[in-house]
C-alpha cells in the first residue's frame, strides 16, 4: 500500500500562485503515475493533471493549461501541483493519487490510492 498526504491548500486572492504538494510512503514511489484531481462543492471529481513514472510524462487538463503544472521529485517521493493565476471557479478540494496504469490516466477509476485532500480556496 501506498499513503498519500497533500499539504498546502489555503485561502488566496485571484491571480494569485499557489504550490501544493504531496508525500508518498509505503510503496516504491517511482512505480506509481501520479495524478492530480479536485472536487468543487456539488461537483464530480474532476481531472487535473498527472505525471507518469517513465521519464517525467506529464498531462495537464485542457482548461487548465498554461496555469497548472505537475512535477516530482522522486527522490524525494514528492509530486508537485504549481497553480498560477489562480480563479474563484479554481476553489476546491485537491486530491492527490497514485496509479498503476500506464500512460498518463484521466479517470478517477485508473487511480488506487489517494491523498486525504486539501482545500484551496479563491477570492474574487
Known amino acids: 500500500q501506498v499513503q498519500l498526504v497533500e499539504s498546502g491548500g489555503g485561502l488566496v486572492q485571484a491571480g494569485d500562485s499557489l504550490g501544493l504538494s504531496c508525500a508518498a510512503s509505503g510503496r516504491t514511489f517511482t512505480t506509481y503515475t501520479m495524478g492530480w484531481f479536485r472536487q468543487a462543492p456539488g461537483r464530480e471529481r474532476e481531472f487535473v493533471g498527472c505525471?507518469?513514472?517513465?521519464?517525467?510524462?506529464?498531462k495537464i487538463a485542457g482548461a487548465l493549461k498554461g496555469r497548472f503544472t505537475t512535477s516530482r521529485d522522486n527522490a524525494k517521493s514528492t509530486v508537485y501541483l504549481q497553480m498560477n493565476n489562480l480563479k474563484p471557479e479554481d476553489t476546491a478540494v485537491y486530491y492527490c493519487a497514485a496509479s498503476t496504469s500506464v500512460g498518463v490516466p484521466t479517470s478517477t477509476l485508473q487511480y488506487q490510492y489517494w491523498g486525504q485532500g486539501t482545500q484551496v480556496t479563491v477570492s474574487s
Open positions: 505525471i507518469s513514472h517513465s521519464y517525467g510524462v506529464t
